[in-house]
């Protein structure tokens, strides 16, 4: 099992940035896939953007974010990060970081349920 702690979230203006970080720690060299969602009130968790381990894998975005955020892992620091540029109101909301199953690469998990871990969320406020 591996366990994930996020960071990194506030307040920000629009057009602002912030970077999110999520810790794994455990057994995470099998972990190929992780990705960051965002959860708002009265809504399902919906991904973000996932990246993979795999050179083949390449990475996702939401259609939403393209061009604003960056998804990047540094897996020697078991870390994975979300550097979001350019905010808009509609990108507030509460932020996981989720670990897909071992040894499965991303092109494998398609939705939050195929992500069995998670983390405790980090809140993101965009002010317009």
């Known amino acids: 099992q591996v366990q994930l702690v996020e960071s990194g979230g506030g307040s920000v203006q629009a057009g602002g940035s912030l970077r999110l970080s999520c810790a794994a720690s455990g057994y995470t060299a099998n972990r190929r896939c992780m990705g960051w969602f965002r959860q708002t009130p009265g809504n399902e968790r919906e991904v973000v953007a996932r990246i993979s381990t795999l050179d083949d894998d390449p990475i996702y975005y939401a259609d939403s974010v393209k061009g604003r955020f960056i998804i990047s892992r540094d897996n020697a620091e078991g870390t994975v990060y979300l550097q979001m540029n350019n905010l808009k109101p509609e990108d507030g909301g509460m932020y996981y970081c989720?670990?897909?199953?071992?040894?499965?690469?991303?092109?494998?998990?398609?939705?939050?349920?195929?992500?069995?871990?998670w983390g405790q969320g980090t809140q993101v406020t965009v002010s317009s």
């Open positions: 989720a670990a897909a199953p071992p040894w499965h690469a991303c092109h494998f998990v398609s939705s939050p349920a195929d992500f069995p871990d």
